[in-house]
């Protein structure tokens, strides 16, 4: 075969090669056969480093497999020296030559040609034979006629390399742009939901404040009015029982519309009263609820905090829910009243969403050693077993999109746990889920072992 016909058939072999390894081991399979070489390593220049990337020959013992490929810095070795220099080396017995590295084998001769692309050496082209002076300038010629051949189909196929693994960051980073874009946007909508429910408490803590004044003298109109009524029922009886008081008024004083309407008027001011106060309370409540308070904790029964949140939740229970309470009489502990009304405000409405018709809620105070405890228990839906290692975590709800921010129940732990040095677990099942809510009471001892919820 004629050196035209070798160069011929190298090069159409190229040109079939699909990937960069494909091309390499291409290269290197097709001057060893083609050259008749006993081995042929193909080395990529990789920020200074020649790393070995193909090989025939003993480095190659199974279909691309290269046994213990080796890396050289640029400027040490023959390989090393070649790749600096850019020029070809013939060396005609390696073991005068100090430069030699020992691989697995270790050849009597060796010849190194540069693959340079634009004036830089992208790889090398090196073979070692098992026989002294085995190369001359005629293989030295041939092979760089191979090696400038290779060199831009190296470099293209280098560049196509990197485009793709630019191309896959690429996407990998749209991808995290797209999910940090997609969580800016849930947060930011958190924030907006957030802001407007500071309005709305500030909007109500308004209202309440103007329904107070209106409400404060309708109470005391209503019990100077049940004083005058009180009058008026004492001067009633007085004329009905005076002696001189002519038969046909008295026989209309004692008319069954008449007396209905003295006896009507008495129960309508009772439950009108009764109807005031309990708005009073409901007000009062509610300013609590979203009072700022101050940061310093105060003395605070938990029985009465339980009933704050229960007021405040009024309009929500409905007739198809029953409330049941169970409230031992517990020490006080110190705490933020309107944080630890946020909480339980917070789980009791969960609760209440969570129950459909025949809907249960217990609600149970007690004391476990030096803590107060609270039993939040509902016979809902339950909490899958997925979810309850979740249910703690910032942004994780079950709920529907637009009915829940999965802020509530990590604040609620945020505020037991780090703010009032207490513990919050939750246990659930197909019949029911119950929240433990348990706060140290005043000067405490800590060492005492949680008590485990069970179902």
């Given at each position: 075969?004629?050196e035209?016909?070798?160069?011929?058939?190298?090069?159409?072999?190229?040109?079939?090669?699909?990937t960069l390894?494909d091309?390499?081991?291409?290269i290197?399979?097709?001057?060893?056969?083609t050259?008749?070489?006993?081995?042929?390593?193909?080395?990529?220049?990789?920020?200074?480093?020649?790393i070995?990337?193909?090989?025939?020959?003993i480095?190659?013992?199974?279909?691309r497999?290269?046994?213990?490929s080796?890396?050289?810095?640029?400027?040490?070795?023959?390989?090393?020296?070649v790749?600096?220099?850019?020029?070809?080396?013939?060396?005609?017995?390696?073991?005068?030559?100090?430069?030699?590295?020992?691989?697995?084998?270790s050849?009597?001769?060796?010849?190194t040609?540069?693959?340079?692309?634009?004036?830089?050496?992208?790889?090398?082209?090196?073979?070692e034979?098992?026989?002294?002076?085995?190369?001359?300038?005629?293989?030295v010629?041939?092979?760089?006629?191979?090696?400038n051949?290779?060199?831009?189909?190296i470099?293209?196929?280098l560049?196509?390399?990197?485009?793709?693994?630019?191309?896959?960051?690429l996407?990998?980073?749209?991808?995290?742009?797209?999910?940090?874009?997609?969580?800016?946007?849930?947060?930011?909508?958190?924030?907006?939901h957030?802001e407007?429910?500071?309005s709305?408490?500030?909007?109500a803590?308004?209202v309440?404040?103007?329904?107070?004044n209106?409400?404060?003298?309708?109470?005391?109109?209503l019990?100077?009015?049940k004083?005058?009524?009180d009058?008026?029922?004492?001067?009633h009886?007085?004329?009905?029982?005076?002696?001189e008081m002519p038969?046909?008024l008295?026989?209309?004083?004692?008319?069954?519309?008449?007396?209905?309407?003295?006896?009507?008027?008495?129960?309508?001011?009772e439950?009108?009263?009764?109807?005031?106060?309990?708005?009073?309370?409901?007000?009062?409540?509610?300013?609590?609820?979203?009072r700022?308070?101050?940061?310093?904790?105060?003395?605070?029964?938990?029985?009465?905090?339980?009933?704050?949140?229960i007021?405040?939740l009024?309009?929500?229970?409905?007739?198809?829910?029953?409330?049941?309470?169970?409230?031992?009489?517990?020490p006080?502990?110190?705490g933020?009243?309107?944080?630890?009304?946020?909480?339980?405000?917070?789980i009791i409405?969960n609760a209440?969403?969570?129950?459909?018709?025949?809907?249960?809620?217990?609600?149970?105070?007690?004391?476990?050693?030096?803590?107060?405890?609270i039993?939040?228990?509902?016979?809902?839906?339950?909490?899958?077993?997925?979810?309850?290692?979740?249910i703690?975590?910032?942004?994780?709800?079950?709920?529907?999109?637009?009915k829940?921010t999965?802020?509530?129940l990590?604040?609620?732990?945020?505020?037991i746990?780090?703010?009032?040095?207490?513990?919050?677990?939750?246990?659930?099942?197909?019949?029911?889920?119950?929240?433990?809510?348990?706060?140290?009471f005043?000067?405490?001892?800590?060492?005492?072992?949680?008590l485990?919820l069970?179902?």
């Amino acid at each position: 075969m004629t050196e035209l016909n070798k160069v011929g058939q190298f090069a159409t072999a190229m040109l079939n090669a699909a990937t960069l390894d494909d091309l390499l081991w291409s290269i290197a399979e097709n001057i060893g056969k083609t050259l008749g070489f006993d081995d042929c390593v193909i080395y990529l220049n990789v920020n200074k480093v020649l790393i070995q990337k193909a090989a025939y020959g003993i480095k190659n013992p199974n279909d691309r497999e290269l046994l213990n490929s080796i890396m050289i810095k640029v400027g040490q070795g023959i390989v090393g020296a070649v790749a600096q220099s850019k020029v070809a080396e013939v060396i005609p017995n390696t073991a005068l030559d100090t430069r030699y590295i020992n691989d697995e084998f270790s050849g009597k001769s060796e010849i190194t040609v540069p693959i340079i692309f634009e004036n830089n050496t992208i790889g090398i082209i090196d073979s070692e034979s098992a026989n002294l002076d085995n190369y001359d300038s005629h293989d030295v010629e041939l092979l760089q006629i191979i090696a400038n051949i290779a060199a831009p189909r190296i470099a293209s196929a280098l560049y196509r390399s990197t485009l793709q693994k630019t191309q896959l960051q690429l996407e990998k980073t749209n991808g995290k742009l797209e999910t940090s874009l997609y969580e800016l946007k849930k947060n930011q909508e958190i924030l907006i939901h957030s802001e407007k429910m500071a309005s709305i408490g500030l909007l109500a803590a308004g209202v309440a404040h103007e329904i107070n004044n209106p409400l404060s003298f309708s109470i005391s109109n209503l019990t100077v009015f049940k004083d005058y009524y009180d009058h008026i029922k004492e001067m009633h009886e007085k004329l009905i029982s005076h002696a001189e008081m002519p038969l046909e008024l008295k026989n209309q004083l004692l008319s069954e519309d008449y007396s209905h309407t003295i006896t009507d008027i008495a129960n309508i001011v009772e439950e009108t009263n009764e109807g005031l106060l309990r708005i009073k309370n409901i007000v009062s409540d509610l300013c609590g609820y979203i009072r700022k308070e101050d940061r310093n904790f105060s003395n605070f029964d938990i029985n009465d905090g339980i009933k704050t949140a229960i007021n405040v939740l009024k309009g929500e229970i409905n007739n198809d829910c029953h409330l049941e309470l169970n409230l031992e009489n517990l020490p006080s502990i110190q705490g933020n009243k309107s944080k630890i009304h946020q909480v339980f405000v917070n789980i009791i409405l969960n609760a209440l969403q969570a129950t459909d018709k025949n809907g249960l809620i217990k609600v149970k105070t007690y004391r476990n050693n030096n803590h107060a405890c609270i039993d939040i228990t509902d016979n809902g839906s339950g909490i899958e077993n997925k979810n309850l290692q979740n249910i703690f975590t910032p942004f994780f709800t079950t709920k529907p999109v637009n009915k829940g921010t999965g802020l509530g129940l990590f604040i609620c732990h945020r505020i037991i746990t780090e703010e009032h040095t207490g513990r919050i677990q939750v246990s659930s099942n197909d019949n029911e889920t119950t929240f433990r809510i348990m706060l140290p009471f005043i000067n405490a001892n800590y060492e005492e072992k949680s008590l485990t919820l069970q179902h």
